[in-house]
């Protein structure tokens, strides 16, 4: 995939997006600068889940967005999205590789420096570096990188990457300038009172701040 992509990554939650439609929140955020969207979905059952990832994929398809399913491969599967999100418990790479081919993309969580060296070894389409600050949208992770820590992972990965955990207004700037591709935002647009302006700040100190253009 083409790094640039990564820039402004949308992770959505819907618990966080102020009682507002979810395709609404979308919209707004791509108007606004996302350059890559992912459907995270923990609470719905599988029919809901599939229903949700067609709405998304109508309508980010046309603005050739990539629209990311959240750990479900078969909901990937179901609604051909654009590729799938895994962490290092959920299913193995090759094995979502074996059933969603080699034209979709597949990015995966690495929350350890080892990790990132095994995920080195395999031809994944981009790595998260997760978390670069603790953050209370997901709490059952390794201890956060830091700076520094995101810094030495960009500088030891293969692939592109993206940072995800405390990402906002405050922190992109010094994220993007460790030498990532994007960063991954949750709250930082899902709960702004303008998503679209939110995600237009954000887009502007992303690309300001990049050094893999």
């Not at 990564?6 to 606004?32: F, I």
């Not at 969207?37 to 923990?42: D, F, G, I, N, T």
């Not at 700076?147 to 990965?157: C, D, K, Q, S």
């Not at 990457?161 to 935002?185: F, K, P, R, Y």
Request: with cysteine; net charge negative; hydrophobic share 45%.
């Amino acid at each position: 995939m083409n790094p640039n992509q990564l820039r402004l990554y949308l992770v959505t939650d819907r618990p966080l997006s102020l009682g507002r439609d979810l395709l609404w929140v979308v919209r707004e955020a791509v108007a606004g600068g996302a350059t890559i969207v992912q459907l995270r979905e923990k609470d719905i059952d599988t029919r809901e889940f599939v229903e949700l990832g067609r709405q998304l994929v109508e309508e980010l398809r046309p603005m050739d967005v990539p629209l990311i399913i959240n750990d479900r491969v078969d909901v990937a599967l179901a609604v051909d999205a654009d590729g799938v999100h895994i962490g290092q418990s959920d299913m193995p790479y090759a094995d979502a590789r074996r059933l969603l081919g080699p034209d979709k993309i597949i990015g995966l969580s690495v929350e350890t420096m080892d990790e990132l060296r095994e995920a080195n070894l395999l031809d994944v389409d981009y790595i998260a570096v997760s978390p670069v600050y603790s953050t209370a949208t997901k709490t059952d992770t390794a201890p956060p990188f830091g700076l520094e820590g995101l810094r030495e992972a960009a500088a030891l990965t293969h692939h592109p990457s993206v940072a995800i955990g405390g990402m906002n207004l405050g922190t992109v700037a010094d994220a993007m300038a460790c030498g990532i591709d994007g960063v991954a935002v949750v709250s930082a647009i899902c709960s702004a009172p303008e998503p679209r302006a939110a995600a237009a700040e954000l887009r502007k100190l992303a690309d300001a701040n990049a050094k893999n253009v």
